[in-house]
């Protein structure tokens, strides 16, 4: 499905604190019940008696979600949970329930939402669609469970084998690529491939630079000039990294360079994000373009900006140039235009009322480009999709055009792409800067 998930944003806390609840669930069975009254289900005939108690440090997976629905799934992260088991402040708290496991257990736990947000966050009402009694299933493998000491030696052995390994990595790039420079102080490798004659940079100054990085084994991580535009920034900033700061020293105006940096003048144990791993040395293709003042810097980004605005208007008058030509080769005529550029046609009128913000919806739906292109389907799956209206769970387009339904209406939503995926897309089957087609059905309005 590819319309946002309002649960998709809720962060590690508020799981952590859904699972500090306890309150009378009802029976379950299968399950078992604590002291405290939480029910839970261990899956497995786990031998390992390495217990989950106060101040070890658990690594685990975890998803939760309503019973049709996942809301939020570790495994599609790309490391699990690591959090250190506290002091039970409260029977049913999240560390009396997750102490009733062992390293190896996987187990299931029911709770109710209420509490969450009116007991544990003291919020006056629930985010839509939850009520008080909206059950929510976690399941949750503990995979592993140490202690601070035995987590910290663990940290320290395999950081001291990816220097290890990086050391050797960089010790093969250089005999197998032939690179004869010396590394200078801070063992970072520069290859001078075109002599700037330009200015050097200066404290103070800013940098026009376009630039390509690779890790030792080849992969590119990112590329100004497959971006079409070089980048401005200021010498010696926080900027990439310090050795990349430390190359660009090295060069003129108008000079092109070749870097190898190794982890400790770039992103160090820690990496960058999901895109630089912990001890990476990184190749450095630079070309130093400007160096430009302070005054310049802000006027270019002005240029940018009025540019940026411009080019948005041009494409707002050439999608409405499109929609126009859609409908007229279409034989479409709206029954609604609203100012935001949203087209409903309606092509079989409801018999029920128009949904109220906040209220849940079920919607059958076939999504399509202007083209014809069809990305998504909930007729092909057979299961009509459902969200809260009004409260940004979906693209703003749908939430526009369905509060113009009836229930049991049919019809056709025409959406901008400011008001679906806008400039980023959406994977490979909605391109930037798409227009989406909907054909809608309000099948019901929660009562």
Known sequence: MKL??????????????????????????????????????????????????????????????????????????????ILQVAKSEYEGDFNECISLLNQGDSATFILKAGPLFKTTFRQPELPEPLTDDSEIIFDVTIQKVQTQEQMEMETKLKNME????????????????????????????????????????????????????YLLDGEQLFSTRERGEPVDFKYKSQYENEGFHE??????????????????????????????????????????????????????????????????????????????????????????TLPSGLVYIETKAGNGPKPETGKKVKVHYTGKLLNGNKFDSSVDRGEPFEFALGQRQVIEGWDQGIALMSEGAKGLLVIPYRLGYKERGAGEDIPPYSTLVFEVELVEIEK
Do not use: W
């Not at 939760?64 to 939020?72: A, I, R």
């Not at 948005?312 to 080769?329: G, R, S």
């Open 4 to 81: 946002k998930n309002v649960f998709s944003l809720i962060t590690l806390a508020v799981i952590l604190a859904v699972f500090a609840t306890s309150c009378n669930i009802g029976t379950h069975p299968g399950y078992k019940k604590s002291k405290s009254g939480v029910y839970y289900k261990i899956h497995n005939d786990n031998n390992d008696t390495t217990s989950v108690r106060e101040g070890t440090i658990v690594t685990m997976d975890l998803k939760y979600g309503l019973k049709d629905s996942l809301m939020f799934d570790s495994k599609q992260s790309p490391n699990p949970i």
């Open 162 to 213: 990816l220097e290890k390994q990086e050391v050797i990595k960089l010790q093969e790039y250089i005999q197998k690529n032939n690179i004869t420079a010396e590394p200078s102080s801070t063992g970072i490798y520069y290859i001078e491939t075109d002599k700037g004659k330009g200015k050097s940079p200066a404290e103070e100054t800013y940098l026009t630079a376009h630039y390509t990085v």
């Open 247 to 336: 190359v660009l020293g090295m060069m003129r105006e108008g000079g092109k360079a070749k870097a190898i940096i190794p982890s400790a003048m770039a992103f160090g144990e820690q990496g960058a994000g999901n895109i630089v791993p912990p001890f990476s040395t990184l190749y450095y293709e630079i070309e130093l373009i400007k160096v430009i003042s302070k005054d310049e810097f802000n006027a270019k980004q002005q240029q940018k900006e009025a540019k940026k605005k411009a080019d948005a208007e041009m494409k707002v008058k050439e999608e409405e140039a499109n929609i126009q030509k859609y409908l007229t080769d279409n034989g479409l005529t709206p029954t609604t």
